[in-house]
């Protein structure tokens, strides 16, 4: 059978569907149905999901189910979690969720089960961070460490940033955390305004990459080490303050770091699903190792959910296919990412790269080019209520429907629960006036449309456990909608082209530019004369 998705019998049905769907409004929807809220919503542990808001039906439901059948999900996500090299272009197993199953469990890859190496690294990554957290880990000179810098950029940062801060806003008044920055861009400035607050005998650089290569990294890296160098006393061992998390430790040695110092990552783990790796530790160092165990402990409860819990049921099933429906089918090209919740606040930034960097293809699993139908949506979001004051305008009366995650958490994090009823009341009102709309105003520029299609997904509360749910989630969701595309959602090959042409450039090699490149070029290399 085809693996082309317009092949399937399914397609052709919500096809048809669609175009039935297309011209009704979604208020006409929950006038023909009482039960529309409770029939399109789901519970589950943790989490209430409503996707009453999106143009979707039972029947569209049933028939996105069947559609993820004659995909072979089910074959598929065993594959996946069995650790089969799934990962075809690279010759790789994917297997994130063995980072958060228990230790007497067995998972092999080429027929060595890999599970005792990930809890050694675990032991590893605690032992390390209590000795820091309490002292018994000192600098060259005999200070405590008081600071941790993790430098890392893509996957090897946006989990450990997007947790740090969630962790920060909900932490409980005694918990005990240690100051922590993150740099990621090679603008100079990241860095030196990490360094312009640190005292080098105090801080400790966390070097995360898993290729070794990066040069963003490697440049914040050498950066960091010249800066230690130079502010320590004169021929100090800087050891006991720098150390890497890499799967290249040929090339982690060859910078200098000690092999002591080195924690591992795998080929089989994906640099955007590797947050539950070593390069966690940044965590482990910040807010303790325990709270990181919960943070895994989270994501493995989600992975059960999205092996055991049938399609219609199954969260990340359910929000991949809503958004299969409304890329495919209602043809809308974008998804915002709206958290009511200031420690979601890098949410949007995260789920950027894991859905768009997996999915943002047009080369299918089998090598062929896509050409008949569309992939990942375009992501973007921003906290509420700051993306009220921003871009929600086009939300409501833009040309473009926009379809919306909002995300909402029921327990106030704050001994401020006034604000919390204002928060949670704004999320709301915007998930009603997109569907709603206003349709009979006295002046034509107060027109909404309405029938803009949302989801609100309400967290029972925020802590390491169900921010390990939420982030499984998505990752579930991502590969789930990978599988009704049929891409490889675990390469990357559309940026290399940008990191090849960028150390030409960087080497006054011109030979490939067009005039505009070069024209800009001459500009710049003028003005940094
Ligand atoms: O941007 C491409 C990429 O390879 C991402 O997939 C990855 O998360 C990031 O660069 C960082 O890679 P590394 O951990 O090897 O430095």
Redesign the pocket.
């Known amino acids: 059978m085809s693996s082309n998705p317009t092949q399937k019998k399914s397609w052709n049905i919500l096809k048809a569907l669609a175009s039935d769907i297309q011209d009704k409004h979604l208020n006409d929807f929950f006038k023909a149905d009482n039960n529309r809220f409770s029939n399109l919503s789901l519970k589950t542990d943790g989490f209430f999901f409503d996707y009453s808001k999106q143009r979707i039906t039972q029947d569209v439901i049933s028939n996105l189910c069947a559609l993820l059948d004659e995909s072979g999900f089910t074959s598929k996500r065993n594959a996946m979690f069995n650790g089969d090299i799934i990962n075809n272009t690279e010759g790789r197993a994917v297997l994130h969720t063995a980072l958060r199953r228990p230790d007497s469990d067995v998972v092999k890859v080429n027929g060595e089960n890999i599970i005792p190496a990930v809890h050694n690294a675990l032991n590893k990554m605690k032992n390390f961070s209590n000795a820091v957290r309490s002292g018994d880990h000192k600098g060259v000179t005999g200070s405590a460490i008081k600071k941790i810098v993790s430098i ?5 940062d946006l989990g450990p940033r997007l947790v740090s801060e969630a962790l920060h806003i909900s932490a409980q008044k005694n918990d005990q955390i240690l100051e922590t920055k993150f740099v990621s861009n090679i603008d100079g400035d990241d860095i030196q305004s990490a360094l312009d607050e640190c005292q080098a005998e105090e801080t400790l650089f966390v070097i ?4 070794f ?2 040069q963003e ?1 490697l440049t914040n890296a050498l950066t960091a080490r010249q800066w230690l160098q130079n502010n320590l006393p004169d021929g100090s061992d800087i050891s006991p303050h720098f150390i890497a998390v890499s799967s290249n430790i040929e090339a982690v040695e060859n910078f200098g770091i000690n092999p002591d110092n080195i924690f591992p990552m795998w080929d089989w783990v994906n ?2 699903f590797s947050l539950w790796s070593a390069v966690g530790l940044s965590l482990c160092l910040q807010h303790g190792f325990d709270k990181f165990k919960t943070l895994l402990a989270g994501a493995y409860n989600m992975d059960q959910h999205f092996l055991k819990a049938p399609l219609n049921e199954n969260l990340p099933v359910l929000m991949a296919l809503i958004g299969v429906w409304n890329r495919n089918f209602l043809s809308l090209p974008q998804l915002a990412i709206l958290p009511y919740a200031q420690s979601l606040l890098h949410f949007p930034a995260y789920l950027q790269q894991l859905e768009m ?1 997996s999915n943002g293809k047009t080369v299918d699993y089998d090598g062929q080019t896509i050409t008949d139908y569309k992939t990942c949506p375009v992501l973007f979001g921003e906290v509420g209520t700051n993306g009220q004051h921003s871009f929600y305008q086009l939300l409501h009366q833009g040309s473009e429907t926009v379809p919306c995650d909002f995300i909402g958490v029921l327990t106030p994090e704050t001994d401020l629960p006034h604000h919390h009823d204002l928060l949670l009341s704004h999320m709301l009102a915007q998930g009603q006036a997109m569907m709603q709309g206003q349709h009979e105003p006295n002046e034509s520029y107060r027109y909404f449309e309405g029938n803009k299609p949302s989801s609100t997904l309400l967290m029972d509360k925020m802590d390491a456990y169900s921010l390990g749910q939420l982030i499984a989630l998505y990752e579930h969701k991502t590969f789930t909608q990978g599988v009704i595309w049929n891409l490889n959602s675990f390469d ?1 090959f559309g ?1 290399e082209l940008g990191k090849e042409l960028s150390q030409k450039l960087e080497k006054q090699d011109l030979s490939d530019a067009d005039p505009s490149t070069k024209g800009l070029h001459s500009l710049i290399h003028k003005a940094s004369k």
Do not use: A, D, P, Y
Not at 152 to 156: A, D, F, R
């Open positions: 890392g950029i893509g996957g090897s995360i990459s898993k290729s290569k990066t990294t640099g955007r960097e990357q940026v």
